[in-house]
């Protein structure tokens, strides 16, 4: 089965500065791959997600990279703010959508005032 | 839109006891999800349905856990009996569909303590 490894498992960055979240996959048949932010207590959200026919999607602050050779995809998030404090999980799936998402041990990202 | 529902929110049980936890997805959700999120850990994912169909259990200790959703709907996840390791958040999620570009909503999960 899939095998998604996220790192760091915290980081912590001030304020302004940007944050970057990486992860890889084993299973070359993912090709979909979401990122999910849970605030404490409460439920994961999707905040961005790529397909495998695409190298980068960017939403506002918020940007995905995926790398299908070397296995990998990464979250960047410029200019961070209190309210990006969470933690985020990325997630891969082979059928393209929801179903079979294999999540990663997740990160807490810090920001630091 | 009302979000995917569940209840209760805590619950704190002795070991070799059972529980059930009850989900209510999004209206019109063909797809529900159940995963099991230990501390500190990423969401497993414990069994999915489409409709009133098992898709994948794969993963769903099947000697404690089992799960249905009659009439498609509402779903019901139980544990008899309940170990200590499982003390766990457990997330319902929901989605339009699975093959297509879809995303799942999570509930705001079950937090279970066996003691």
């Known amino acids: 089965g899939e095998n998604v490894e996220q790192h760091p498992s915290t980081l912590s960055v001030q304020e302004g500065d940007s944050a970057v979240i990486k992860c890889t996959y084993s299973?070359?048949?993912?090709?979909?791959f979401p990122w999910y932010k849970q605030e404490l207590g409460k439920r994961p959200q999707l905040i961005i997600d790529i397909r495998s026919n695409v190298g980068e999607k960017k939403d506002q602050r918020i940007a995905v990279t995926l790398n299908k050779t070397a296995k990998h995809f990464s979250l960047h998030i410029t200019e961070t703010q209190p309210e990006d404090s969470a933690v985020y999980f990325c997630a891969a799936s082979p059928g393209g959508g929801a179903d079979g998402l294999t999540f990663g041990k997740g990160t807490h990202l810090i920001i630091q005032p | 839109e009302a979000g995917v529902a569940q209840s209760p929110r805590y619950k704190i049980i002795e070991k070799r006891q059972s529980v059930a936890f009850w989900c209510n997805p999004i209206?019109?959700?063909?797809?529900l999800y159940w995963y099991q999120q230990i501390l500190g850990q990423g969401p497993k994912l414990l069994i999915q349905f489409q409709n009133n169909g098992v898709v994948d259990d794969s993963q769903l200790p099947k000697d404690r856990f089992s799960a249905e959703r009659l009439k498609g709907v509402d779903s019901t996840l139980k544990i008899q009996p309940a170990k200590l390791e499982d003390s766990a958040v457990y997330l319902c999620a929901s989605s339009l569909e699975t093959h297509r570009a879809t995303e799942a909503f999570f509930g705001q999960g079950t937090r279970l303590t066996v003691v």
């Open positions: 209206s019109g959700h063909a797809t």
């Open positions: 299973d070359s048949a993912s090709n979909y």
